[in-house]
Structure formats: structure tokens, C-alpha cells
């Protein structure tokens, strides 16, 4: 199964991670979705971004009940010679699964394919781990939807917002868990 994962976040109310599911890149609708607060999270640090976004991540992939052997995340996987989110999330995984990481804006100094969809004029750049580059290009490139965000890609996205309400029969939700810190978690295998 593929996971695609993101996390928004609010200065009040700490980070809303969600999942969207699915077998298939070119699904168009999720098996099932995911999603938690986490109130306490770590302070954004420039050129580190990974030290507050890892955790939560981790925090949502151990708690889905599905075997997930892609995880595709909003961000890079490498920023040029630096590991990027996707990077410290595989190592977090002992690479255990392979990493796509689709980022709207380009990083100078990576590398990443660009991937035209629809009619923008406007690429995805694709990064990945376990996967060769080119390959997970096509792979987003295949997914659903006419426009230059994936349609499930824009279902997770909308779903970490923290005015989104779950609305998919599949919904397999997890119950809040705003009362963990995680500001000083370490990253650690997920079940």
C-alpha cells in the first residue's frame, strides 16, 4: 500500500498529520485515511525541518494498520548532497520502505525530476529513496486527476488543514492524541 502524508501546522493548537491510503498510483479514490494532533511539537529551525515534521510523521505511519511499502511525503527526499524529510524518514524506517518526496517549489542545489501535469505550466519536483528517480516521476505522473496536484495528493493536503473534516467512507481515523509531546521525541522503528 502507498501512504501520502502531511502535516499543517497551528501556533495554537500544535500539528494535524493526515494519510490518504491506497493501492494503486492511479487510484482515485483512498482506502483509507489517517489522521492526529500532536500538541506539543518542536520549534521550526531553519536548514532542520525534519526535527519537527519526522515525528509526526512517525507518530501517524505507527499507527496505520495497512502494510505501507511507499510513503510519499510533501518535501524532498534529498536537498542536493543533504538529506532531506524523506531521507531522515527512511533512515528512521532502517529503509524499509521506499520514500517519493513531491515538493511544489524547487530547492537550489537538489536535483529533482520535474513533472508537468494537466495544463499547469508550473512542475512537481520529485525526489525519492529506494526508487529510481525517473521511476518515481512516471509514477506521479500516473496519478489521478487533471490538474497539476494529484488528486489524492490534494485529498491529504486538504485533510491536515485544521479545518478539514474526514468524509471518506473508508475513514479510519485515529483517535486525538494532542496530549503527547513529541518536542523531544526521538525517532525510533515504526510498528
Known amino acids: 500500500m502507498i501512504a ?7 501556533d495554537s493548537a500544535g500539528a494535524r498529520t493526515a494519510a490518504v491510503i491506497f493501492a494503486d498510483f492511479e487510484d482515485s479514490k483512498p482506502y483509507a485515511e489517517y489522521r ?3 500538541r506539543h511539537i ?7 525541518f525534519y526535527r519537527r515534521e519526522l515525528p509526526c510523521i512517525l507518530e501517524l505511519l505507527s499507527q496505520i494498520k495497512e502494510k505501507i511499502d511507499t510513503v510519499i511525503i510533501d518535501g524532498y527526499v534529498s536537498l542536493g548532497e543533504r538529506p532531506g524529510l524523506g531521507m531522515h524518514l527512511s533512515q528512521a524506517m532502517n529503509h524499509s520502505v521506499t520514500v517519493i518526496g513531491v515538493a511544489k ?7 529533482p525530476k520535474e513533472v508537468i501535469r494537466g495544463n499547469s505550466k508550473n512542475p512537481l519536483y ?4 529506494g526508487i529510481d528517480s525517473d ?12 490538474y497539476r496536484i494529484p488528486t489524492l495528493l490534494k485529498r491529504v493536503d486538504r485533510l491536515s488543514k485544521w479545518n478539514a473534516q474526514p468524509d471518506s467512507p473508508a475513514n479510519r481515523s485515529q483517535p486525538n492524541r494532542s496530549e503527547q509531546d513529541f518536542a523531544s521525541s526521538s525517532t525510533g522503528s515504526v510498528r
Request: net charge negative; aromatic share 10%; hydrophobic share 35%.
Open 126 to 129: 520529485v525526489t525519492s529513496y
Open 105 to 111: 517549489s524547487k530547492f537550489e542545489g537538489s536535483d
Open 42 to 48: 518542536a520549534p521550526y529551525v531553519p536548514g532542520e
Open 4 to 10: 501520502a502524508i502531511d502535516v499543517d501546522y497551528s
Open 36 to 38: 492526529i494532533d500532536l
Open 135 to 146: 521511476v518515481a516521476a512516471q509514477k506521479i505522473q500516473s496519478m489521478h486527476g487533471p
